[in-house]
Each structure stands twice: as C-alpha cells, then as structure tokens.
Nanobody, 126 residues
C-alpha cells in the first residue's frame, strides 16, 4: 500500500510555470507506475501524464504534450510534474495516482489506478 501527498500547486499567470510534487510512502515505490490526472470544475477527471515503474517510458495527453514533463525519483519516493507555458484551461485540481505492477498502455484510464492523493489546486489566470 502507498500513500500519496501532492504539493506545489498555486496561482500563476498564463505563460508561467509550476512544478508539482507527489510524495509517496512505502519501501516499494519503485514498483508503482505513476500518473497525474486533473479535474476542472464541472468536468470529469482526465489523464495528464504517466510514467512507468522504471521511469523509462512516459505518456502525455495531447493537450499538454510539449509543455508538461513527468519524472520520478524512486530513491526519494517522489514523482514530479513540471508544467510550462501554462494556459487558463490548465486550471484544475491535479492529483497523482499510483498502481503497483501496472504496465502502462495508452489510452491510460483512471480506473486502473488504486491509490490517489488528495490533489493540489492549480489556477492559471489570463
């Protein structure tokens, strides 16, 4: 079992950057595939980015490709989401998710992830 805590959200102007962090508990963090999802008001939770257990494979939603970058530091039980060139439509609560032993295959569905953090708010103003 793993517990996840996100941090790094905030308010920025369009074009700005933020780096989200997801801290995980447990000694087997490297066995978990990790992902970020987001949920805007009135919308369903949607996939943003994912990274494989080894960190060797990454996946992105089309809407964030070229602007966001996911990474992980398994030695420190952490996953990151660097967000550049932020747009007002990126405004949402961002949650990290984890699933042990998962082999990531697009399209990546939120229903395959068992463990979730509480989320961190990102607000982008125009």
């Amino acid at each position: 079992q793993v517990q996840l805590v996100e941090s790094g959200g905030g308010s920025v102007q369009a074009g700005g950057s933020l780096r989200l962090s997801c801290a995980g508990s447990g000694r087997t963090f490297n066995l978990y595939a990790m992902a970020w999802f987001r949920q805007a008001p009135g919308k369903e939770r949607s996939f943003v980015a994912a990274i494989s257990r080894s960190g060797g494979n990454t996946y992105y939603a089309d809407s964030v490709k070229g602007r966001f970058s996911i990474s992980r530091d398994s030695a420190n039980n952490a996953t990151y989401l660097k967000m550049n060139s932020l747009k007002p439509e990126d405004t949402a609560v961002y949650c990290c998710a984890a699933q042990r032993g998962l082999v990531l295959r697009p399209p990546i569905d939120r229903r395959v992830f068992r463990y979730w953090g509480q989320g961190t708010q990102v607000t982008v103003s125009s």
